[in-house]
């Protein structure tokens, strides 16, 4: 009997300390040749949250231990469905506007007069249209390229920085006059960025 208690103890021992282990935070060591951008890149999580969590400027040192900020992760179908819409809202144009469109769907997300997802933003509907065109015509469907990834992975890394652009148009398709007063942020390509 006091065999099985012992068994007993040890798993749950084994489970407490395990259990503890997996939510530890993730520690970066820097290497030579790392940057803040690459780091939260890698990790997925916003350069400024890296920055803030570590209290850091640019500078980094080989053999610095970086703490990788728990950050409200998006899941491996929502990166997807928002390189989907990127693939097909910025097909054709430059890679920094691919990254843009990415930033306008985060930042909808971060602002309050949004909803409070990807998958919701992207298929917000208001005043019975879509606010994405690929939505409505379905070319949201169709796979996204890689450039398309990386472009959101990067749109990931910059959350929180640039400008606040929350629309982007076409002006040469574009028909709304309430888009077309909003105050331009950048313009890429043939994109007008906004908010």
Not at 93 to 122: C, M, Q, W
Not at 153 to 159: I, K, M, S, Y
Request: charge should be positive; aromatic fraction near 10%.
């Amino acid at each position: 009997m006091k065999r099985g208690k012992a068994w007993v103890l040890a798993i749950l021992c084994g489970t407490f300390f395990f259990a503890g282990h997996a939510d530890a935070a993730t520690v970066h060591t820097v290497k030579r040749g790392d940057t803040l951008w690459n780091i939260a890149k890698q990790y997925g999580v916003p350069l400024k949250q890296l920055k803030q969590t570590n209290r850091k400027g640019d500078l980094l040192y080989p053999g610095e231990k970086l703490v990788i900020p728990n950050t409200t992760s998006i899941t491996a179908a929502e990166k997807d469905l928002l390189a989907r819409l990127v693939h097909a809202e910025a097909k054709g144009e430059p890679y920094a506007g691919k990254v843009a469109v990415a930033t306008v769907v985060l930042n909808r997300v971060d602002h309050p007069d949004f909803p409070n997802s990807i998958r919701e933003v992207i298929y917000e509907r208001s005043g019975g249209h879509y606010a994405f065109t690929p939505v409505a015509n379905g070319t949201i469907n169709k796979p996204a390229d890689h450039e398309a990834y990386r472009a959101v992975e990067e749109a990931l890394a910059f959350r929180g920085l640039g400008n606040g652009s929350l629309y982007f148009y076409n002006p040469k398709t574009a028909k709304s006059n309430w888009l077309r007063s909003r105050p331009v942020t950048v313009v890429i390509g043939n994109h007008v960025f906004a908010k």
